[in-house]
């Protein structure tokens, strides 16, 4: 797909029928349908917290477009809107643009949803410019963002549900972290106020409280909410520049560096699934049940499929547990060995980490949800051909292999 053009999605096209419907069915991770939600507000007279003001905008899909360089290796997400020609029928077909305000508003102007001269709400606008800055489309990074989503009016929390297990379990290995950095610099509570610029501190809760008792938790706490608010106060500036970083990206390194815990959160809860899913690619209930019946040209087509999909995967879990494992030697080697110099460069690299990571974080966990989808949990591993090669299709396309 051309991304700076208008793309109508049929049987050609990566985003088919096929791979549409299983994108839907498989996470929010790279996809975000607010349709559903946007019909009940409406239905309850709420459309006033919808995500977009533009009703057009709230009948849109938004989907990361996943592509990797296979030279250098390097990988880029692309974000993209696409408009159902029909709203009842999503699968039927539409158009795909480049989710970009301004490539967005040329296309509302098109369609009719605004009038001639007429903008963008500042609202929908800044929606489009946080969408397009988040890897993913999880309910915990649009929570993170939600303070600049409702910059302008709130927005119904439905879209940023996230459950109090999964919510703690992001945020403790964070507070572990933070407070064994304040400890080895030897910070003293009274440093708190600065941390917060001076606003109140919260109480932990959950698993934070257990080392709410802890030397330096009064500045692990401050700095924990600094980073989960997105708030560059001047504690937090001084701690960012005593890593020799600029502080003018304070914002950006602590929006980053909570991200990547929750990836690496996401990891942890998925890896016996991600496992799962090589495990079934490397068997023979990934091949069509019903080969047998088959002309051997097909099967070994499969067999390609196959082959394919699961080097495209193997190269995202790879690099995915790669930053996994770079950010903790790093931490370690500042704690243990006092040397700073890793943990500097992760910080300093940790927006593009947080890209990167994301993107291959997404396709793993579509991937997974796909199959165990297609399999019934993997209850029923061996499916017919006729269900087995649109998953495929939909898996290298998904990890970036585009025609």
């Not at 080697?333 to 990167?356: K, R, V, Y």
Request: a negative charge; charged letters at 25%.
């Amino acid at each position: 797909m051309r991304p700076e053009t208008a793309t109508h999605l049929g049987a050609s096209s990566f985003m088919n029928r096929e791979a549409l419907g299983m994108l839907l069915r498989s996470g929010r991770f790279l996809c975000f349908d607010s349709t559903d939600i946007y019909q009940s507000l409406v239905a309850h007279q709420a459309g006033d917290k919808a995500m977009f003001d533009n009703k057009a905008l709230n009948g849109g899909i938004l989907f990361k477009e996943v592509t990797r360089d296979e030279e250098d290796d390097e990988l880029s997400l692309t974000t993209r809107i696409y408009f159902p020609y029909d709203e009842q029928s999503k699968l039927d077909g539409g158009e795909s643009i480049l989710a970009a305000p301004e490539v967005v508003q040329k296309m509302m102007l098109r369609r009719g949803a605004l009038k001639e001269n007429e903008m963008m709400s500042t609202h929908d606008q800044t929606v489009l410019r946080v969408f397009n800055q988040v890897p993913t489309f999880d309910p915990f990074l649009l929570l993170s963002q939600r303070r600049e989503l409702e910059t302008e009016r709130p927005i119904d929390r439905r879209f940023f549900d996230i459950d109090e297990k999964t919510w703690q379990g992001i945020r403790r290995p964070v507070m572990h972290k933070i407070s064994v950095l304040v400890s080895k610099a030897g910070l003293a509570d009274d440093v708190a106020a600065d941390i917060t610029g001076g606003a109140p501190r919260e109480e932990p809760e959950g698993p934070e409280a257990a080392i709410a008792s802890s030397p330096g938790a009064s500045v692990a706490n401050a700095i924990l909410n600094a980073m989960w608010t997105g708030e560059p106060t001047p504690g937090v500036k001084a701690f960012i520049s005593s890593f020799r970083l600029d502080v003018d990206k304070t914002q950006e390194i602590l929006f980053a560096w909570k991200g990547i815990n929750y990836y690496e959160y996401l990891n942890r809860t998925m890896f016996d699934s991600f496992v799962g899913l090589f495990r079934w690619l490397a068997g023979e209930d990934s091949l069509p049940r019903d080969q047998m019946m088959m002309e051997t040209s097909l099967v070994d087509r499969f067999k390609a499929q196959r082959k394919t999909a699961r080097l495209q995967l193997k190269l995202h879990f790879e690099r995915v547990q790669k930053h996994l494992r770079d950010y903790n030697a790093a931490f370690d080697a500042l704690i243990e060995g006092d040397d700073p110099g890793a943990f500097q460069t992760f910080l300093q690299n940790a927006p593009g980490t947080f890209t990167d990571i994301g993107g291959s974080v997404g396709v793993l966990a579509h991937a997974t949800n796909a199959y165990l989808d297609l399999t019934q949990d993997g209850r029923k591993p061996a499916v017919k051909g006729d269900q087995l090669s649109p998953f495929y299709d939909f898996v290298t396309a998904l990890a970036g292999q585009h025609s």
